[in-house]
């Protein structure tokens, strides 16, 4: 074992001195990697579960009280910061009081002991820098909003169980059968609402093409699921972490870690559809700052009751579903965070609030689209009453943002939004990212895709008017086709700078400042294709009509979807261990599991807020389920009605 010892050491000093004879002398191999100390551990938690027992989580630094060419290696390994964890500090689930707790010793002390026990083998020492989510068998979390939690809960099911009743037996109770406020809350009503697949004859002419976008809905969503399956395992403790290492190296990893440029997709779809439905609402109606407030209004009631329920579910029920030590990593943690960050979430600005904290980071991109809708109703209100201002301001605002992006991005020596971010960085929920703070969450360096889709629904509407067909137009067929890849070679190409040279910053800086813009402008001329009728097989799959009940559940589903995957990772005792096996499982699991849930979800909380807020304002019609008129006038179409009914809500 000495001799062992002894011939491992001297391969890391020739390692380390002379890495020209190595095509990657910081890149681990199997047999390397398990003489080095495991950066994630876990007590076994079931045999710390007597009383008295204390369960902790340990952040330490790795030092030694004499030369180690093992610890030299661990640091030069660390500093390729770009691909690589620290392994200079070990993360670990302690059962500190196997190590004596008691006298002066501290619990600081005592972990400090059980870690050095396990790092002897080593060579090494642990100091320890954090101990904290320590817990006894005695211990419950406790959060005081509970009690109030619990009695809104049981009002919605009263109160659902009532309106229920009085729909099915409406004809002995006529007198509140018809009372709009209760119906709002009847499973029948909703469920029929839920499952309804409107036929074309039913369709309004200016809608009906407008079909396709419920395939997008549900193509979004199941990107955004698979997006997060890899987060999930980098936020949790895992015995491979080179896995998570070894996709900086693979073409497909570095493709995946630039698909959040995607987003631009679904901000494309929330211009447009607020765009399209504005312009159709001012030929009857006129669009007044009045109506700009109350459609804010309309999508703060569309976002807000399923957003706060779930965000206090995560702080009320969700850590009593179950225990462990990757139970309080990754739920208690989080319930912890949001019970100090729910207010943000409220107001629509936590893209904006320090990072760091685990609170449903998923939903920034629903502080963006509000704070973008927002924007958006101020433009339309110019753009309505003069439309030749279209498009010299949308065109100065984007290649402002294009501008000022690439300033941003070169001044402040940043490299491109997601490639380049660590697993280091990632795994701590972005804390300290410069990249995430500065060039991907603020919703100025997102306004390129809402202005294109903006755009977009004023080019479709003026089409529609004089009925010109693009999809006529050769030009544009050509364009039509090629969209999707060239968007897909713009993403591709960020993989440069995951790459061992990083290229030179003038170049970081403009594809930091064309990236989002190509994607945009891409998917939208596809988009477009689309809504004229471009043959394709591609419209034709997200023109089914299957996707017309999937596409209603994709809000919920996006909300609940990382709840149902943390809960499924969280629920083991054991370390995890990440494989292409492990994540396709996370991924089937999460998205069934995820479309279960949304479904109680959308009719118990999102579908009776909507139809309240229709019933409260006096929309009376939209309650009914029969069949709309076959041709219905534009005039006929509200403003409010038509973006709840068809505005889409995009993922993260």
Known sequence: MKCHKTLLSVCFVIMTLWPGCFSDPMMLNETTYLDLPPLFHLDEWSQCRRPNDVYCIVDAALVSSSPSPLFDYIKAY?????????????????????????????????????????????????????????????????????????????????????????????????????????????????????????????????????????????????????????????????????????????????????????????????????????????????????????????????????????????????????????????????????????????????????????????TWYLAADMQLHVIGLLLLFIFVKCRRAVKPVVFVLIVGSIIATGLTAYFLNLTPIITAQSPEIVSSMFKGSRIMKILYLPVWMNLSGYLFGLATAFIYYHNQTVGYKLSEAKWFKLLFHASLSVAGAMSLAGVVFLGETAPPQWLAAVYSSLDRVIIALCFNVFLLGCLNNCKSILRDILAWRGFQVVGRLTYAVFIVHFIIMRMTVACNTQIGHVSVYSMISLFVVGTVLSYLVAIPVYLFIELPSIQLWKALIGLNGSNKVEPETSQPEPSKIDLVTSTQRNNIQGVA
């Open 78 to 362: 660390s500093s390729k910061t770009q691909k690589h964890y620290n392994r200079t500090m070990v993360h670990r689930g302690v059962c500190i009081s196997k190590c004596g707790v008691g006298g002066p010793d501290t619990r600081s002390d005592a972990a400090e002991r059980c870690l050095n026990n396990s790092l002897a083998e080593y060579g090494l020492q642990a100091k320890v820098l954090t101990l904290h989510f320590c817990k006894t068998p005695e211990t419950v979390y406790r959060s005081p909003s509970t009690g109030s939690f619990n009695i809104v809960v049981l009002s919605v099911l009263v109160i659902t169980s009532l309106a229920t009743g009085l729909h099915i037996f409406g004809g002995r109770c006529a007198r509140f059968a018809e009372n709009k406020f209760l119906l709002a809350f009847s499973l029948k009503q909703n469920w029929q609402i839920l499952k309804r697949i409107r036929s074309e004859s039913h369709t309004d002419y200016r809608t009906k093409d407008l079909a396709c976008l419920e395939g997008l809905r549900f193509l979004g969503t199941i990107g955004v699921i698979f997006t997060h399956v890899t987060l999930i395992f980098v936020f949790s403790y895992i015995d491979n972490p080179e896995f998570i290492e070894h996709m900086f190296e693979q073409l497909g990893g570095k493709a995946a870690f630039n698909t959040p440029l995607w987003m631009q997709v679904f901000f494309s779809i929330s211009g447009f559809l607020t765009t399209y439905f504005v312009l159709i609402y001012s030929e009857s109606g006129s669009f007044t700052f009045i109506k700009c407030l109350l459609s804010c209004a309309n999508r703060y009631i569309r976002l807000t009751p399923v957003a706060l329920f779930a965000l206090w579910f995560t702080i009320t029920w969700y850590p009593h579903l179950g225990s462990g030590p990757q139970w309080v990593w990754l739920i208690e943690r989080e319930a912890h965070d949001c019970s100090e960050r729910w207010w943000y979430h409220a107001l629509y600005i936590h893209n904006y609030i320090p990072l760091g904290k685990f609170c449903m980071g998923h």
